[in-house]
């Protein structure tokens, strides 16, 4: 299975970007990148996926670089709510098994 | 839209016995993944299944068995339960079975501890 690499936390002040990297350089040309959130308490929640373009939604922003060997996963303003571990996850096309890593803590102060 | 339902929520069983773990997943979703999740070695793939196939498992021995139903429910079953068993055992559904990779939907999870 392909291996991201992400840093283990990162902290935040309330109403800022976040910037959250992930470096994936054995990624295949098939793998999509999923990012997934989990909360305190709760299970995993999708956050966002790409392939090879960058990608927005209601959530957060993914840049993937040219190459395919990192992306960042933006959020435009943090808030308290966003805290919580992030996992950047390479997803093989057509199979639904997601291979999570140790992922990154983010802590959001006010 | 109801979400990912897991039963039970809490649970506690003792060296040497048996769990079965239920998930009921959201309507219209036929795709149905097990995961384990310990502070040790993180979120781990168990098993998928779609349309009652069981179609990707993770590396897991054989105590470790799953099933689906034609309704799309699935149950995970472990036997001859030990100490390190004990994790939170999450379920995801997921509407798509095919080649495009939809998100996963999770339930808040089976918390079982093992004495």
């Known amino acids: 299975d392909a291996k991201t690499t992400q840093p283990n936390s990162m902290e935040s002040n309330e109403e800022e970007p976040v910037h959250l990297p992930c470096n994936h350089s054995?990624?295949?040309?098939?793998?999509?990148i999923h990012w997934y959130r989990q909360l305190p308490s709760q299970g995993p929640e999708y956050v966002i996926h790409g392939l090879t373009s960058n990608v927005n939604n209601r959530m957060a922003s993914l840049a993937i670089a040219e190459d395919r060997k990192s992306s960042t996963l933006i959020l435009h303003r943090a808030t308290l709510r966003d805290a919580a571990v992030y996992y950047c996850?390479?997803?093989?096309?057509?199979?639904?098994?997601?291979?999570f890593g140790t992922g990154t803590r983010l802590l959001v102060s006010p | 839209k109801a979400g990912v339902t897991q039963t039970p929520r809490y649970l506690i069983k003792t060296r040497g016995q048996q769990v079965t773990l239920s998930c009921s997943p959201i309507?219209?979703?036929?795709?149905v993944s097990w995961y384990q999740q310990t502070p040790g070695q993180g979120l781990q793939f168990l098993f998928e299944?779609?349309?009652?196939?069981?179609?990707n498992k993770g590396n897991f021995p054989g105590r470790f068995s799953g099933r689906q139903f034609s309704n799309s429910r699935s149950e995970m079953n472990v036997s001859t339960l030990e100490l390190g068993d004990s994790a939170l055992y999450l379920c995801?559904?997921?509407?798509?079975?095919?080649?495009?990779?939809?998100?996963?939907?999770f339930g808040e999870g089976s918390r079982l501890t093992v004495l």
């Open positions: 995801a559904s997921s509407f798509t079975g095919g080649e495009y990779p939809g998100e996963l939907f």
């Open positions: 299944y779609f349309s009652e196939t069981q179609r």
């Open positions: 309507s219209g979703h036929r795709s």
């Open positions: 996850i390479l997803r093989i096309t057509g199979f639904q098994k997601l291979v």
């Open positions: 054995t990624i295949s040309g098939t793998d999509y």
